[in-house]
């Protein structure tokens, strides 16, 4: 299918995508029909988004009580919350996404050495969602791969540039345990207590890193940088170095939804409930559902961090959160069946890992 551009609008292959060439318009297959719309997001707004102090859950036992409530709050409504005094230090935050940034910036020939359409590969260099095979693209370029236990993944990961493998290992060892913490305390807050997940996530949890770059669009409204989705981890951390982050707030607009633009603060992370959080808590917490949108401007780096168990093991259900008036609403699952759903459907058409699992009443 050949477009008035000459272009086939159906083969922008990884490698040769509109946004790796910096095409000054924007073909056919990265319009997005009306379903990805509306565009009709919130600014900032910090009143709407949570922001948590998690430093007190290192406090005395009433405040650690208080974060909790907030957070289990935030996990119910919006499946999403910012977190503030962290501990994580800002160099660490600034040299990752500088590395990343890098990163892209290098000649294509050392980015295809990672060119892969492979979605079990370690480490995955690849354009849009699955790269053309998807019924609409997405303004996006990305570099995912494995970060622990680190020193399994570390010597697959890039050598240039030269200063990738230290600062990202930095930044995806204190995400990391950051992340345990955070599970700790929603697993308090369901009444499972604080090692129900870290205690099986020590030696075998996953983490994936998913480094975005979306570079500037000439035609950013009609085109995405990533659909709706929910992530497919327990929880995902985000470092971002610009907005475009946008998450549904599913009581917004009377019980509608609506998107709500996610502010971008200095030093502050994201994090976002993934399906498995939402399995863990039988429905309680939802995990959210985001997309990013682009400008025309700046290329904006998003380095997005994804907690789950092992690659094999089955998060389900606890019996303790089980009883007549709450069945089992969820199939366990576990991060390779995500893999192979990813293989033979089209999340870009708002295919849901989470929908396969359901149980209907
Ligand atoms: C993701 C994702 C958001 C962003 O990688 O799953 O949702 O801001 N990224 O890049
Ligand atoms: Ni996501």
């Not at 230090?89 to 910036?105: G, H, S, T, Y």
């Not at 308090?188 to 570079?215: H, I, K, T, W």
Request: with cysteine.
């Amino acid at each position: 299918m050949e477009n008035e551009k000459g272009e086939n609008s159906s083969t922008f292959k990884m490698g040769n995508s509109a946004q790796e060439r910096s095409l000054p318009y924007v073909p056919d297959c990265y319009v997005v029909p009306p379903s990805c719309e509306p565009r009709d997001a919130l600014d900032s707004n910090s009143e709407v988004v949570p922001t948590i102090d998690v430093s007190r859950l290192r406090g005395a036992v009433d405040e650690r009580r208080g974060v909790i409530q907030e957070l289990s709050f935030a996990c119910q409504h919006f499946g999403f919350f910012q977190i503030v005094n962290h501990g994580i230090n800002q160099n660490i935050l600034d040299d990752a996404l500088a590395v990343a940034n890098n990163f892209f910036e290098l000649p294509a020939k050392e980015k295809k050495k990672f060119m892969t359409n492979d979605v079990y590969a370690p480490v995955r260099y690849s354009t849009s969602l699955k790269d053309g095979l998807d019924k609409i693209q997405f303004w996006r370029i990305f570099l995912k791969h494995y970060a622990h236990p680190l020193h399994r993944w570390i010597h697959l990961w890039p050598e240039n540039p030269p200063e990738y493998r230290e600062k990202m290992g930095k930044f995806c060892e204190d995400v990391r345990k950051l992340s345990l913490e955070i599970l700790g305390a929603i697993t308090e807050s369901l009444g499972l207590g604080r090692d129900y997940l870290s205690s099986r996530m020590n030696e075998n949890g996953m983490q994936v890193m998913a480094v975005n770059c979306y570079p500037p669009c000439p035609d950013p409204e009609t085109a995405l940088g990533l659909p709706p989705h929910s992530d497919y981890s327990c929880i995902t951390i985000l470092l971002q170095n610009m907005t475009g982050l946008e998450i549904l707030d599913p009581m917004g607009h009377g019980g509608s939804g609506r998107w709500v633009l996610v502010p971008e603060v200095k030093g502050v992370l994201k994090v976002h409930i993934g399906d498995h959080v939402e399995v863990l808590s039988n429905g309680l917490y939802k995990s959210v559902i985001h997309k990013v949108t682009l400008n025309e401007k700046k290329t904006r780096i998003s380095l997005a961090s994804l907690h789950s168990l092992g690659m094999d093991e089955k998060m389900s259900v606890p019996n303790q959160l089980v009883n007549d008036e709450n069945p089992v609403r969820y199939r366990e699952s576990s991060f390779n069946d995500f893999l192979d759903f990813l293989v033979s459907n089209d999340i870009s058409q708002g295919d849901r890992f989470i929908d396969t699992f359901i149980i209907k009443d």
